[in-house]
């Protein structure tokens, strides 16, 4: 049998089995979804101040899950932006979907909020990666809160991973929150889908 490595690591094992697929898994949502229901209002705000334009943002989902089904649902074509904090390489992972990278480019540059978003079906280009970047930026400071139940997540976010390197980038694995965020228009929408090792959510909310 090998050794996990240094004590904290043991301790974060051991976290994790207490509390993860068979663990307290309506404490993990709970705490989850309270975070993630006062990032709205904030994300809502910060992002109609960026694109001068409004976007409507609401809570699809919290769930428990593991760190590499953050890329499940995304399709062939989206960003993604792994955060570090001083605790962890990996605290936050934060997907988000071509249609919702296309609505944004759309509000950003004056698009006839009233007509449908043409998909997006190909590479990322730069300016559309610099915009995923963006709104990930937001999404991240939204749900880091502040003071001792801030998760110190190292802001701002590099810039966005797409295209083979965010489908080739290995996720550690790991039992996690799963919080899905809509960014809609009247006529599209696509989504955010952030993922919070739990160790690190119950570290500051247990």
Known sequence: MTSPGSPSQTRSLII???????????????????MAERAVPLLQKSLAVELGAPVTV??????????????ADAGETFAMVIVPSPTSADAMTLVIDAQAIA?????LFGGDPDARVSPIERELSQIE???ATTVIQHVAQ???????RSLELRLPVQRAMSGMEAKRRVLRDGAAVR????????????TVTVMIPQRILLATRG
């Open 16 to 34: 994790e089995r207490l509390v993860g697929d068979s663990g307290e898994a309506g404490h993990v949502i709970g705490a989850g979804r309270a």
């Open 58 to 71: 609401d809570l699809r989902a919290v769930e428990v899950s593991r760190v590499p089904h953050a890329r």
């Open 103 to 107: 609505v944004v480019v759309c509000a």
């Open 179 to 190: 919080m899905v965020f809509g960014i809609s228009t009247p006529t599209d929408s696509g």
């Open 129 to 131: 990666t610099d915009v």
């Open 142 to 148: 939204a749900l880091n809160g502040s003071g001792k």
